[in-house]
């Protein structure tokens, strides 16, 4: 399992409790706003890039470290490149490679391994993801923040891929694009609106359904499977063509990188990792539980796929933690199995032990929650606030019972 440990970044202060935090297949950060949940998303999605461009080739190690390029291009692409002090310790450990800055120094270390390494498709689905649908023809648009001009690269991608209009996960909703005239529509009952008419909810929700279910159809391709020997072969392959190309040092620099760009093309990514920062925004609870199911179903269209999601929503949580229950509960009779399917679709439910909840707080202190009969404490952050508003209402109603004294 990947790790990584963060200390005196941003707001990260102490980072997490033991030092080195496991990177779960699907991990979950929860905490108050500008607590450090992008923060810890934005590093796990920089290194996760970094790794796949080191084992595809697309650059050297010494190319990476020289002139300070993890700090000025790649944490950059984030606009996390101010986020470092004097004392600032980053450590992230992949499956084929190690990456240290400790000392204003950047370090990349080579894991020597017989690991099969997945070649993954990163997906970073900002916050700011409804622009593309307020803003018509938001390609046009020059100087948008590196992350969502690379979602909108895919967005239009899903969009023009579509053969008909799509059923979107909350019911009674779809999406249909007009090609011809690229207008993008929701289709309701009795209704059809211009998105960029149409509710907040819908604006977030549309680019993120629509990417990842292109991306991740993409990997499935016609067999509906993401890993298979070929692809392996194919990519050791064009690895070793690469390799040769970096080493051929009669090669002018320009050529060389034309060259690996080209190969590059023809790689096939065997999963998908969906970063995805507050997937409920702008939703009733009810449809968060909809878009969580969405994203745990391409979660588990493939081997190898990973999803780091960001959160204020305790009903992210809570939803969450049934898709964890459901999985645990093992049914051979068919009507007590299609009442576990009405409540969580076999598609949609998460073994526990493939799932890591963690809490930030205002500390710059990042923690497990921990789990009881492996579920997911209640213990946390977002419901000790839902708490509190009970609490504050019961107050109320005993300054009420004193005034009518």
Known sequence: MKEIAVSNFGPIKDGFEDEMMPIYPVTLFCGDQGSGKSTMAKLISSFSWLEKALVRGDMTEQWITRYNRFVKKHCAYHNIQNYFKDDTRLIYKG???????????????????????????????????????????????????????????????????????????IKGYSFQYDKLNKISWLVGDGFKLRLHEAASGFQSLIPLILVTRYLSNKISGSEGNSYNKSSVEINARLEKRIRQLLLNEKLDEDIRNSLISQLNVLYKNDCLWNVVEEPEQNLYPNSQKFILFELLSAFNAHAGNGLVITTHSPYILNYLTLAIKAASIHCKKEELEQRLENIVPQRARVNSENVGIYEIDNDGKIRQLDKYLDIPSDENFLNVSLRETNKLFDDLLEIEDLCAQ
């Not at 690991?115 to 018509?136: G, L």
């Not at 239009?156 to 996960?169: D, F, G």
Request: hydrophobic share 35%; aromatic share 10%.
């Open 95 to 169: 499956d084929k490679y190690n990456f240290i800055y400790e000392g204003k120094k950047f370090k990349i270390e080579k894991v020597d391994n017989n690991h099969v390494f997945r070649m993954p498709q990163i997906m970073y689905i900002p916050a700011e993801r409804n622009f593309m649908s307020v803003v018509e023809d938001a390609e046009k648009i020059r100087n948008l923040p590196h992350p969502l001009s690379t979602m909108l690269a895919e967005y239009e991608k899903a969009k023009k891929n579509l053969v008909s209009k799509i059923n979107l996960p």
